[in-house]
C-alpha cells in the first residue's frame, strides 16, 4: 500500500497536539509521512509574556513533535491573536508554498467556527490555498476541533459536527505526553485544555462512536482518483 504524505495546518504551538495528536500518531504507525505547519509564532499576545518565552515554547514544539513522529516542522511566526491584521492572500500564498513542497493528499485543519480569529482565518487561508484548480490539491481535507476554542463556540450555527471519528484507544497516551512537553499550555482541570480534558474529550467522541477514545472530524472535501 502506497503511504500517505500527511499534513496538519494549524495557528498556534500545541493546536496541532490538542486537535489531531492521536490520529497523526496512528498515521506514523500505519508508515505514512507527517508534517506540520505552524503559522503563528504563538503566546505574545499575553500579558505576562517575557523574553525568552517563545524560543521556549518552540523548543517544547519540537519535543512534542518528536513524540508524534512528524518529518519536519515548520513554522512561520505570524503574530499571535492577530492574523486579521495580515491580508488573507498573504497567509494562503504561504500555505501554498508548503503545498508545493510537500504535495500532501491528506490535510487536516482548524474548524471554522472556532471562537479564536487566528483558527478562523487559518481555515478560510487552507480552503482558498486548497481550491480544486491547484494541482497540489490534497484528495482528502478534514477539520478538527481545538480544545479552549471550538467548545467555547455558542453560535449554533458555527458549532463542530464531526462526521469522522478515528479510534485512539492505543495512542492516547502518547497524544498526553506529547502535550505535557508545551509546559507552558497545559493548564490545570476544569479548564479543557488539561490532561483531564483532552481524555474526556476523547472518551466522549468515543461515546459517539462506540469506541474507548477518539478523536473526532468533519470531512471538507474528499476526491478519489
Known amino acids: 500500500m502506497e503511504k500517505n504524505k500527511v499534513l496538519v495546518i494549524v495557528a498556534h504551538p500545541d493546536d496541532e497536539i490538542l486537535g489531531v495528536g ?5 498515521h506514523v504507525n500505519q ?3 507527517i508534517f506540520c505547519l505552524i503559522l ?3 503566546i505574545t499576545s499575553r500579558d505576562k509574556y517575557g523574553q525568552g518565552v517563545l524560543e521556549e515554547l518552540h523548543e517544547h514544539c519540537h519535543e512534542a513533535g518528536k513524540v508524534i513522529g512528524f518529518q519536519e516542522i515548520f513554522l512561520l511566526k505570524l503574530p499571535d491573536n492577530k492574523f486579521d491584521s495580515i491580508p488573507l492572500l498573504n497567509i494562503v500564498k504561504e500555505i501554498e508554498k508548503y503545498l508545493e513542497k510537500i504535495k500532501p493528499n491528506i490535510i487536516y485543519t482548524h474548524h471554522d467556527g472556532d471562537v479564536n480569529i487566528d483558527h478562523q482565518l487559518t481555515h478560510e487561508a487552507v480552503m482558498v490555498a486548497c481550491r480544486p484548480c491547484n494541482p ?3 484528495g482528502e481535507l478534514y477539520s478538527f476541533e481545538t480544545l479552549s476554542s471550538t467548545e467555547w463556540q455558542i453560535n449554533k450555527k458555527k458549532l463542530f459536527t464531526p462526521n469522522i471519528y478515528v ?4 495512542e492516547i497516551n502518547s497524544k498526553i505526553k506529547a502535550l505535557k512537553k508545551y509546559k ?3 493548564r490545570e482541570y476544569p479548564h479543557s485544555r488539561s490532561v483531564e480534558g ?4 476523547a472518551q466522549f467522541r468515543g461515546l459517539e462512536s462506540g469506541l474507548k477514545y477518539a478523536e473526532a472530524f468533519y470531512l471538507l472535501r474528499e476526491v478519489k482518483r
Not at 492521536?22 to 496512528?26: E, M, P, R, S
Open 22 to 26: 492521536g490520529t497523526l500518531i496512528k
Open 31 to 33: 508508515g505514512d509521512d
Open 40 to 42: 503563528g509564532e504563538g
Open 136 to 138: 497540489n490539491c490534497p
Open 167 to 170: 479510534d485512539i484507544e492505543y
Open 184 to 186: 507552558s499550555e497545559v
Open 198 to 201: 483532552i481524555k474526556i474529550l
